[in-house]
């Protein structure tokens, strides 16, 4: 796959980050939040759990990722449903609330990873009790299906996590991956420990042009979209917007747009990033005749915030690590496409 932007690091952040005070009043997610809540950032000797809330993945399948984990100086705690299978799932939503809930609730646990995406964190959400987490809140990493649980975070705690990919993503063996399996895998790695984020893409002749800055949240569109009018439905007002997806038709693409913009949740962006669209072809005389292009842009042509698309994030090779909850400056423009931490 062609590579489309590449990340820089542009300077650690000292120490570990305080729980803003300011962000004290969450409740049921009817208040906006004040500023974001970031976890303390992790040093080495610190514990990772991993984790599997959707499908099922072997202890064979995570030890790669495992390995990195360790090489990166982090000590690994593997949960139960490891190894485990209901069907699609990493065991029952039992085994898998209980796993992730023990993860959310040991203090020694300073971020969870989550194995895979697939299916079934929606099961288990609305049955997770969140008070220890949001005592002491940790990072909770992963994309696609996992976009429930960031969601599901911003909405109602305000806590920051990161989109990135997971355990299914690393190479097999390191010393074969390419540099873009590196250097998005190493992103995590980087955004844990507590480095400012900068993103790089190549300017895409469709961006419409613009600088802007807010709290970034998204994920999944389709995930994003099935939580409409739940308790974990995004509130978009005032931030950066970040969607991908794969697998779709173009007029499924189209619904799922329309949805956001009908909604609302298009009309007081700050911005918008569109990431990897995998489009799932028509065939016969089912063509939709539009391209993701053009089927964005006139969702938000009443608009005037910064659009960009092919972002490094979404179901490919060139998935990076991002901040979700965390303020960044977009700007897009004829020559430059970047998203920095802030």
Same mark, same amino acid.
């Given at each position: 796959?062609?590579?489309k932007?590449?990340?820089?690091?542009?300077?650690?952040? =000292?120490? /570990?980050? %305080?729980?803003?005070?300011?962000? +004290?009043?969450?409740?049921?997610?009817?208040?906006?939040? $004040? #500023?974001?809540?970031?976890?303390?950032?992790?040093?080495?000797?610190?514990?990772?759990?991993?984790?599997?809330?959707?499908g099922y993945?072997?202890?064979?399948?995570?030890?790669p990722?495992?390995?990195?984990?360790?090489?990166?100086?982090?000590?690994?705690?593997?949960?139960?449903?490891?190894?485990?299978?209901?069907?699609?799932?990493?065991?029952?939503?039992?085994?898998?609330?209980?796993?992730?809930?023990q993860?959310?609730?040991?203090?020694?646990?300073? =971020?969870? /990873?989550? %194995?895979?995406?697939?299916?079934? +964190?929606?099961r288990?959400?609305?049955?997770?009790?969140? $008070? #220890?987490?949001?005592?002491s809140?940790?990072?909770?990493?992963?994309?696609s299906?996992?976009?429930?649980?960031?969601?599901?975070?911003?909405?109602?705690?305000?806590?920051?996590?990161?989109?990135?990919?997971?355990?299914?993503?690393?190479?097999?063996?390191?010393?074969?991956?390419?540099?873009?399996?590196?250097?998005?895998?190493?992103?995590?790695?980087?955004?844990?420990?507590?480095?400012?984020?900068?993103?790089?893409?190549?300017?895409?002749?469709?961006?419409?042009?613009?600088t %802007?800055?807010g709290?970034?949240?998204?994920?999944?569109?389709?995930?994003?979209?099935?939580?409409? #009018?739940?308790?974990?439905?995004?509130?978009t007002?005032?931030?950066?917007?970040?969607v991908?997806?794969?697998?779709?038709?173009?007029?499924?693409?189209?619904r799922?747009?329309?949805?956001?913009?009908?909604?609302?949740?298009?009309?007081?962006?700050?911005?918008?990033?569109?990431?990897?669209?995998?489009?799932?072809?028509?065939?016969?005389?089912?063509?939709?005749?539009?391209?993701?292009?053009?089927?964005?842009?006139?969702?938000?042509?009443?608009?005037?915030y910064?659009?960009?698309?092919?972002?490094?994030?979404?179901?490919?090779?060139?998935?990076?690590?991002?901040?979700?909850g965390?303020?960044?400056?977009?700007?897009?423009?004829?020559s430059?496409?970047?998203?920095?931490?802030?």
């Amino acid at each position: 796959m062609k590579r489309k932007g590449f990340i820089q690091n542009i300077g650690a952040i =000292a120490g /570990l980050a %305080a729980v803003s005070p300011l962000a +004290a009043s969450v409740g049921t997610g009817t208040e906006e939040l $004040t #500023a974001p809540i970031i976890p303390p950032y992790l040093k080495k000797g610190d514990t990772i759990g991993i984790t599997s809330p959707a499908g099922y993945i072997t202890l064979e399948e995570i030890k790669p990722a495992i390995q990195v984990l360790e090489l990166w100086g982090y000590r690994v705690k593997i949960g139960d449903t490891i190894g485990k299978r209901n069907f699609t799932f990493g065991g029952t939503d039992e085994e898998r609330k209980n796993d992730l809930q023990q993860m959310l609730d040991d203090k020694n646990i300073k =971020a969870v /990873l989550c %194995a895979r995406g697939g299916y079934g +964190a929606v099961r288990i959400v609305d049955q997770l009790n969140w $008070t #220890a987490f949001k005592q002491s809140p940790k990072w909770v990493i992963g994309f696609s299906d996992i976009t429930v649980l960031h969601c599901h975070i911003n909405r109602n705690m305000g806590i920051a996590s990161i989109h990135s990919k997971m355990c299914n993503s690393f190479p097999s063996v390191w010393a074969n991956a390419d540099t873009v399996q590196r250097d998005t895998i190493n992103s995590i790695q980087q955004a844990l420990s507590g480095i400012t984020m900068q993103y790089k893409a190549t300017p895409h002749p469709a961006n419409r042009s613009g600088t %802007a800055s807010g709290v970034l949240v998204g994920g999944n569109l389709k995930t994003i979209e099935s939580l409409a #009018a739940s308790p974990s439905d995004l509130r978009t007002n005032n931030k950066i917007l970040f969607v991908e997806d794969t697998g779709e038709y173009m007029y499924s693409m189209d619904r799922m747009f329309w949805n956001l913009q009908r909604s609302g949740k298009l009309e007081n962006l700050k911005g918008l990033i569109v990431g990897g669209f995998k489009e799932k072809k028509e065939e016969g005389d089912d063509e939709f005749g539009k391209t993701l292009q053009d089927v964005v842009l006139e969702k938000v042509k009443q608009y005037n915030y910064p659009v960009c698309f092919d972002f490094p994030v979404g179901h490919q090779r060139n998935n990076y690590a991002l901040k979700c909850g965390v303020m960044h400056r977009l700007i897009v423009n004829a020559s430059e496409v970047s998203l920095k931490e802030i």
